[in-house]
């Protein structure tokens, strides 16, 4: 069956633009969590969505948001962009507190 | 929130070598799993292990979930394994989320 899909690979956006990245779970998984990657802070939490609600949220500000379709499939958007928002996105989807499963990720490089 | 330890952070192996890779947390858990990242930053799955032993090839690992630590062996290694090496938790009071470790990066050298 196929994997997780993120949407686009790669994106350069310029400081103060928004940008919107998308994720696509794998079929029948409900729920789907959003983590960014930095050299400095490794890898974190942004959100979680199970069906079409917000479940939890971690600790960014509130220029990130997302949200999640009747078909599971999930955006989440940065306003404002700062030069600190480059980082890698992953995206993973699981059936509700089993295994997840990761996309390749979004490259965003904000200059 | 849950804290999750991972060593050693860096390892240098000759091809061929065996190697353990520890993860330490810091509360209950429900969900573990260790993933490596390959070159292109995708998270790969290794094994889904709240607790237990499982076995996938040269890998296998073991997670002591009452002690809170887990292990990541890797046998005969290859060139391949190069790379970082992710031990996530979810915690059964912090919510549907990962927690990861800081990683560990190991480098096969042929």
């Known amino acids: 069956k196929a994997g997780v899909t993120q949407t686009p690979r790669y994106l350069i956006k310029t400081r103060g633009q928004q940008v919107t990245l998308s994720c696509s779970p794998i079929?029948?998984?409900?729920?789907v969590s959003w983590y960014q990657q930095t050299p400095g802070q490794g890898l974190q939490f942004l959100f979680e969505?199970?069906?079409?609600?917000?479940?939890n949220k971690g600790n960014f500000p509130g220029r990130f948001s997302g949200r999640q379709f009747s078909n599971s499939r999930s955006e989440m958007n940065v306003s404002t962009l700062e030069l600190g928002d480059s980082a890698l996105y992953l995206c993973a989807s699981s059936l509700d507190r089993f295994e997840a499963f990761f996309g390749q990720g979004t490259r965003l490089t904000v200059v | 929130g849950i804290q999750v330890e991972q060593s050693p952070p860096d390892l240098i192996l000759q091809e061929g070598a065996n190697s353990t890779l520890r993860c330490n947390f810091s509360?209950?858990?429900?969900?573990l799993q260790w993933f490596h990242q390959n070159p292109w930053g995708q998270l790969i799955n290794l094994f889904y292990i709240p607790s237990g032993t499982k076995q996938n090839g040269r890998l296998s690992a073991t997670t002591v979930a009452t002690e809170r630590y887990s292990l990541l062996y890797i046998s005969s290694s290859q060139t391949t394994d190069s790379g970082v090496y992710f031990c996530?938790?979810?915690?059964?009071?912090?919510?549907?989320?990962?927690?990861f470790g800081p990683g560990t990066r190991l480098s096969v050298l042929p």
């Open positions: 079929s029948g998984h409900r729920s």
């Open positions: 969505y199970f069906s079409e609600t917000q479940r």
């Open positions: 509360d209950s858990v429900n969900n």
């Open positions: 996530a938790v979810e915690g059964f009071n912090y919510g549907q989320n990962f927690v």
